[in-house]
């Protein structure tokens, strides 16, 4: 096969893989084109490219997810070739068709290899044809919702509702018994049409405590095809991802060669050609089922990346220029462990947010795959992730150690992240010890969350004094005079009351109710705050966000504060003694599922709303009889704004 030599790269993609990509593609020498949208013009990922195009719009829709406008940008830039990253196009035969037949080099697999693979049902037939084991299920044409209904009892319940096109998590629904299939089905169908522009759902028997482990396989146009290992994804959220790991702490040798093999196979009988990810559920007794194969660069990709040593993403720039793979399977090496957290824009119970990102640090000596800046908006368009930290360590104890403290040493103050969760994960015994399932966040979320709580607690002095001082806005300033100061904040619910005396030389005297308590407060430079009380030490660093509401993180630990002189903002829960159901995030009001004058009860949904690319059913905490409705489908909606009003 002939080579071509790549010049000028458009990234039909933004954010962190945006400039992943770009890091790779400027080392090799090729120039980079970034496109985006209305909401991305001042994005780090644009700054950084060589050239850059606008897209117009804001949503996926409009932007990145127009065939006409990139194909477009790549002739207005004289890019030769487009890499679709992950997500958006990537798995979008008709897109790959159209970058070939513009005469241009296409990153990624030929767009026969997308339709056969990148559909979940025609994957499984394939994988079928090859004795690939896959779990039972109904993957036919007739989508008729009686059809679905018959299969399902043909198939047994639980079963997984799924989505043909895509990935991602969306389109999924675990049902675990009749009655429940029928909603299931129109939500799947919903969200997969609105991300993937197919609502075709196929049925297959659930697991429901297995572990997710996926295999990275890479092709070149000669023919050739290799693995380069598994890596286990099992802690998960909405069936997306949050932590992932090489080597699976279920994965002997004997059974990574098995499933290997089985993937490079899928591939193969496809005519696969660059970086690809077969995935699996495996079983308590080491059975392991085909779940489907995605025809691009994983987002958990750097994990493989630390563990082998290689760059993916040159292998694929290299094989879409007709070079042959580098590597034979035996020349593959493995060295340590290697973990990946995704680290998003949510809160502790998965309900994404937006906002302004006030101040940004990145840790130290850590890759940090991101595109964040201080100063940047995080908005309601695309996908809560932030960015992706990524250690290596000898062994799985010493790399979990290094997130931990990667962790603690991220700063992004602004809007809620799941920092402190992805630490408090780490740091649980179940995980500790490679015993976490799939379902380890639905067993173990709420003690998890208990935790963070009273971890909160525990800081709440450090926390209340970086707000007194202002942290975040200079060096700890003395007090203007060496009398008591009254510091009342709201936590939550609970209103914490301190006095605070300067006793000279930089100690200070604490009074919370009728507890004493002695600190310090030093800070250098630019840097955290150093907080200690009664010897214990704390790295503290804190900005102001609105209305008295302060964003304050001790050591791996967030904590938000409001000055109680302020009347607290009605929160996304029930508001005004349980009268009003206010918005928990923005997004896009789908469906209101209730009328004025309707009973309802705790449980039952309200609302669905669309935030960050997935569906989110709002449920009553209560029972109630709905007074107003205030909104309607179609409309935006914006975090804290009513959609309901109850009769008292």
């Known amino acids: ?210 572990r997710h482990v996926e295999v990275q396989v890479f092709a070149d146009a000669q023919g050739h095809c290799i693995h380069l290992g598994e890596r286990d994804c099992s802690v998960q959220r909405r069936h997306q991802k949050l932590i992932e790991e090489s080597p699976s702490p279920a994965v002997n040798p004997d059974l990574r060669e098995r499933m290997g093999a089985c993937a490079v196979a899928l591939a193969q009988a496809a005519g696969y050609v660059g970086a690809g990810t077969v995935e699996f559920l495996v079983d308590e007794k080491g059975e392991f089922f085909l779940m489907e194969m995605n025809t691009r660069l994983q987002v958990e990709h750097p994990v493989t990346e630390a563990l082998t040593g290689l760059d993916l993403v040159e292998w694929q720039l290299r094989v879409a220029q007709g070079e042959p793979l580098p590597l034979r399977q035996e020349q593959v090496t493995f060295s340590g462990h290697a973990i990946e957290v995704r680290l998003c824009a949510e809160d502790d119970n998965f309900s994404p947010h937006t906002g302004r990102v006030q101040h940004f640090m990145a840790p130290a000596h850590v890759r940090f795959d991101h595109a964040l800046q201080s100063g940047g908006e995080v908005t309601p368009y695309y996908d809560a992730m932030l960015g992706k930290l990524i250690v290596h360590g000898a062994s799985r104890s010493e790399a979990i150690e290094k997130m931990m403290a990667a962790l603690a040493g991220t700063q992004v103050l602004g809007l809620p992240t799941n920092r402190a969760f992805l630490a408090a994960c780490l740091a649980h015994p179940v995980f500790r010890a490679g015993q976490a399932l799939i379902p380890f966040l639905a067993e173990h979320g709420d003690s998890i969350r208990k935790r963070l709580h009273d971890r909160q607690g525990q800081v709440l002095l450090p926390a209340a004094l970086a707000v007194h001082f202002g942290a975040g806005s200079g060096a700890a300033q003395a007090l203007p005079c060496p009398f008591t100061k009254t510091l009342r904040l709201l936590h939550g619910e609970q209103v914490l009351a301190i006095t605070v005396t300067e006793t000279g030389s930089g100690r200070l005297e604490i009074m919370c109710g009728a507890q004493q308590h002695l600190a310090t407060c030093t800070r250098t430079g630019g840097g955290p705050m150093v907080v200690t009380v009664d010897g214990l030490r704390s790295s503290v660093q804190a900005c102001q966000v609105a209305d008295g509401r302060w964003h304050v993180q001790v050591g791996a630990t967030d904590v938000w504060l409001r000055d109680a002189s302020f009347a607290p903002a009605a929160g996304p829960a029930w508001a005004n003694r349980a009268m009003e159901l206010r918005a928990p995030f923005n997004g896009k009001l789908l469906a209101v599922k209730v009328s004025a004058g309707e009973k309802v009860q705790r449980g039952d949904t309200l609302l669905v709303i669309e935030s960050m690319k997935l569906e989110h059913a709002v449920c009553a905490t209560r029972d109630a009889v709905v007074a107003a409705v205030e909104v309607a489908p179609g409309q935006q909606t914006a975090t804290g704004q009513v959609l309901l009003r109850f009769e008292a």
């Open 1 to 210: 096969m002939s080579t071509t030599i790549i010049r000028r790269l458009l990234i039909a993609n933004r954010g962190e893989i945006a400039r992943r990509i770009q890091r790779t593609a400027h080392r090799l020498g090729m120039a980079t084109v970034a496109v985006y949208s209305d909401a991305d013009a001042g994005a780090l990922h644009v700054l950084e490219a060589d050239s850059a195009v606008a897209l117009g719009g804001n949503s996926s829709a409009e932007s990145y997810l127009r065939v006409d406008k990139l194909l477009a940008a790549a002739q207005a830039s004289g890019a030769d070739a487009v890499h679709p990253g992950y997500g958006f196009l990537s798995e979008n035969a008709d897109f790959a068709q159209a970058v070939l037949d513009a005469g241009l080099v296409w990153v990624g697999p030929p767009p026969a290899a997308i339709r056969a693979l990148g559909n979940k049902a025609a994957a499984k037939e394939l994988a079928l044809a090859k004795n690939i084991p896959c779990l039972r299920g109904y993957q036919g044409g007739d989508q008729s919702n009686d059809r679905l209904l018959a299969e399902a009892v043909k198939v047994g319940y639980p079963l997984m509702v799924k989505a043909t096109a895509g990935g991602g998590g969306r389109g999924m629904r675990l049902v675990t018994q009749a009655s429940g299939l029928l909603a299931a089905l129109d939500s799947a169908r919903s969200e997969a049409l609105s991300s993937f522009g197919n609502g075709e759902l196929l049925l297959e028997r659930a697991l429901l405590s297995p």
